[in-house]
């Protein structure tokens, strides 16, 4: 029983063909790097030591911030079948270096894309940040320090200053009712005793003045007449006497 050709060859052409996948990688995803310095686009290509696949051409290209798409380098390349290796998986690295960079623009995601005969395979991309200056080890310790210093001097000016406030607002207001005494003290006049009325010097002095000739009155001293004086004129002293005390 003969098989049939046109089972066979498919068959024979599966399993030769079995092991042929392509395949582009690109490792790492992320790359940093300065200013006047390089970069390498890292491209990995796999591939089956196969004449239809080892026969490719790769094209490098970036795409900046604006997506706008930018050729940079294309090559063909055309890879011998090591003996032995028929029907084996190659893996063959070709990495692309640029340098130098000449500004930040050139921040951006680098592919790198493999096309062969009848298929093509593109990276997921390496996004290169292209920085201006590099990273400086600063110490802030004498920094911080200085921080703290400033701004607990500040809190102290700030603490003082407010209590001297307080203080200066709330004693006046404490002394406020013994200021308003004084004040009012200062205004009344002196309580000095008003001098007695003239007519209670005058009262004192009738009262001595009837006492003393009350006195008289009641216990006349005996005088002696004086030669010379008559009973006449003693009487008529006497009656002026009576007279000026009953006027009294």
Known sequence: MIPDTKVIFPFLCLLQCGGGSVDVQQKPPIQVTLLKEGISIP???????MPKYTKFSIYYYWINSLDQKTSIYNSSKNVDIPSGKQNTTAAIHYNYSITPLENSASTGTYYCEVKWSDTQ??????????????YVNTSYGWEILVTLTVLLAVLSITATALLLWKRKVLCPRKNQPNILRQKVETQLPSANPLPPPVYDSLDVQQVDVYSSLENSTNNPPKRKSPPGKTPKKQEALEEFSDTLYENI
């Not at 395979?121 to 590099?134: A, C, P, Q, S």
């Open 43 to 49: 491209c990995e290509v796999k591939f089956p030591y």
């Open 121 to 134: 395979k593109k990276g997921n991309g390496v996004f290169v940040l292209v920085r201006d200056t590099g």
